[in-house]
Structures are given as structure tokens and as C-alpha cells.
């Protein structure tokens, strides 16, 4: 199980990545701070957010949502955090795929198992092949480059 100072250091470099404040007209979220979007936080401020706000509501509605504290390792706790934020939970099934788990859409024991023990540059990879299918996406180059921030 990730100590706190590891599942704060997680959720810490999550902010870092994902930056201040954006309202990106193609961006579906719409205004964004730290990742956090008005789309799925209507009843936030945005513009308001901290940074500490922004690592609490990570550690509680990712990393500990779905279990990822309890993992061994937190190399690949952060990369699959990290996905997760980035993705939402269309993330899991490609991530599934990756593990060859059952593609239930549910990170349960059998995907968090296979996480802990996964080669961390091939959730990467995963994760990469996950977004070639996005090719037209806007986002696309920078979403690319936060994997290479993550070591791919």
C-alpha cells in the first residue's frame, strides 16, 4: 500500500502536468484549472481552485476512488492515476486490454493485481496506443508529451 507522502507526491506531479488556468475553445470541459474542469465540477469555482484543492479532490476522486493507494507500486500507481484524469473512466477498458484482464470496465482486485506488477514503460505504450486512435484530437501533441514526462 503507497504511503500518504507517496500518494500526495502522485497527485501533486498530476497538478503540476496538467497546469493553471485554461478555457481552451475546443475544449469540451470548458474553463479548467490544475485539470479540473467546470464540466465535471459545476458546483466549483474554477477560477477559485488551489492547488491544494486541486491535490485533495484528486486523491479522493481518483487515486483512492479507484484504489490505486492500495497498489505496491507507485510507479505505475501514478501512471495509471495519471491516465484516469486525463481520460475518465473510458481510460479502464484500454487499460484492460493492456493487462489482458477481463474488460469489464471496473478497476477491481484482478486489475489492480495486474497493475502492481505491469512493466510501467507498457502501460505507457498502452496508453499511447490509446490516444493513436484520437489522431485528429487537439490535444493530442501535448497529451503525448505528459508520456514523455512519465518516462515512455
Given at each position: 500500500?503507497?504511503?500518504?507522502?507517496?500518494?500526495?507526491?502522485?497527485?501533486?506531479?498530476?497538478?503540476?502536468?496538467?497546469?493553471?488556468?485554461?478555457?481552451?475553445?475546443?475544449d469540451?470541459?470548458?474553463?479548467?484549472?490544475?485539470?479540473?474542469?467546470?464540466?465535471?465540477?459545476?458546483q466549483?469555482?474554477?477560477?477559485?481552485?488551489?492547488?491544494?484543492?486541486?491535490?485533495?479532490?484528486?486523491?479522493?476522486?481518483?487515486?483512492?476512488?479507484?484504489?490505486?493507494?492500495?497498489?505496491?507500486?507507485?510507479?505505475?500507481?501514478?501512471?495509471?492515476?495519471?491516465?484516469?484524469?486525463?481520460?475518465?473512466?473510458?481510460?479502464?477498458?484500454?487499460?484492460?486490454?493492456?493487462?489482458?484482464?477481463?474488460?469489464?470496465?471496473?478497476?477491481?482486485?484482478?486489475?489492480?493485481?495486474?497493475?502492481?506488477?505491469?512493466?510501467?514503460?507498457?502501460?505507457?505504450?498502452?496508453?499511447?496506443?490509446?490516444?493513436?486512435?484520437?489522431?485528429?484530437?487537439?490535444?493530442?501533441?501535448?497529451?503525448?508529451?505528459?508520456?514523455y514526462?512519465?518516462?515512455?
Amino acid at each position: 500500500m503507497l504511503t500518504q507522502d507517496q500518494q500526495l507526491a502522485i497527485v501533486a506531479g498530476i497538478v503540476d502536468r496538467e497546469g493553471g488556468l485554461v478555457d481552451h475553445p475546443r475544449d469540451t470541459g470548458g474553463l479548467t484549472k490544475y485539470g479540473i474542469s467546470q464540466q465535471a465540477y459545476p458546483q466549483l469555482d474554477i477560477r477559485k481552485l488551489t492547488k491544494a484543492d486541486a491535490v485533495a479532490l484528486y486523491l479522493t476522486d481518483y487515486l483512492r476512488r479507484y484504489q490505486l493507494h492500495r497498489l505496491r507500486s507507485p510507479r505505475n500507481a501514478e501512471i495509471v492515476c495519471d491516465w484516469l484524469v486525463n481520460s475518465g473512466p473510458l481510460a479502464i477498458k484500454p487499460l484492460q486490454r493492456a493487462l489482458r484482464v477481463e474488460t469489464d470496465g471496473v478497476i477491481g482486485p484482478t486489475t489492480l493485481s495486474a497493475i502492481d506488477v505491469a512493466d510501467p514503460r507498457e502501460l505507457l505504450r498502452a496508453r499511447l496506443d490509446h490516444y493513436v486512435t484520437m489522431v485528429s484530437h487537439p490535444f493530442l501533441k501535448g497529451w503525448v508529451h505528459r508520456l514523455y514526462q512519465l518516462g515512455l
